[in-house]
């Protein structure tokens, strides 16, 4: 089952606004990473953040944690067409698991529209 | 570096019929996973392969298996195809290991009819 649910499922705005999409799970976590998939680049990694932060810049994006909600949010300010794309969360399983892996979540759909 | 790289990119195939998908990770990433990418399922981990060893195996029928070269370079099998497993099929490499930042390559769309 996924671990991650983002919302919006999908979202549209206008070139220069911000674009703000969240991500709940279930399990404790030891860190969250989200990634961002177009057809032109394929998955990408964007930005990890551990379970010891509560905040995390990388140039226009900003995310959150909050461990006690097991929410994460991701912003990203002055958007551009560019910026079209899904996003997804992903965490771990807690380390705990019989199987080590990452678990994605459903993606945020963003359509920056120029 | 040079990225990731797979192929085929496209792979058309019929029912019952087996198939290999390559995967080239980054120079000195030694772990490589395996993702599943759908539109009903999402993105669904496979397994991992580190060192020429499977260390990780998700949930997945066991006519889906792997394997991993002395040079990291990882391959995927799938026997008996069938129409459920059309999909995206995303290798990815990565220094830390499974929980670690993961660098994806374009994946190979496998259509099965």
């Known amino acids: 089952s996924q671990q991650g649910e983002e919302d919006p499922q999908a979202l549209s705005i206008q070139e220069g606004e911000n674009a703000t999409m969240n991500c709940s799970y279930k399990?404790?976590?030891?860190?969250l990473q989200w990634y961002r998939q177009n057809s032109g680049r394929g998955l990408v990694h964007l930005i990890l953040i551990r379970s010891n932060e509560r905040e995390k810049h990388s140039g226009r994006l900003r995310v959150t944690l909050d461990t006690s909600k097991k929410s994460s949010s991701l912003l990203i300010t002055a958007s551009r067409a560019a910026d079209t794309a899904s996003y997804f969360c992903a965490t771990d399983d807690g380390y705990g698991g019989a199987t080590n892996k990452l678990i994605f979540g459903t993606g945020t759909l963003l359509a920056v529209q120029p | 570096k040079a990225g990731v790289t797979q192929t085929p990119r496209y792979l058309i195939k019929t029912r019952g019929q087996q198939v290999t998908l390559s995967c080239s990770p980054i120079s000195g990433h030694r772990s490589v996973s395996w993702y599943q990418q759908t539109p009903g399922q999402g993105l669904q981990f496979l397994f991992e392969?580190?060192?020429?060893?499977?260390?990780n195996k998700g949930n997945f029928p066991g006519r889906f298996s792997g394997r991993q070269f002395s040079n990291s370079r990882s391959e995927m099998n799938v026997s008996t195809l069938e129409l459920g497993d059309s999909a995206l099929y995303l290798c990815?490499?990565?220094?830390?290991?499974?929980?670690?930042?993961?660098?994806f390559g374009p994946g190979t769309r496998l259509t099965v009819l």
């Open positions: 399990t404790s976590i030891n860190n």
């Open positions: 990815a490499s990565s220094e830390q290991g499974v929980y670690g930042e993961q660098f």
């Open positions: 392969y580190f060192s020429e060893t499977q260390r």
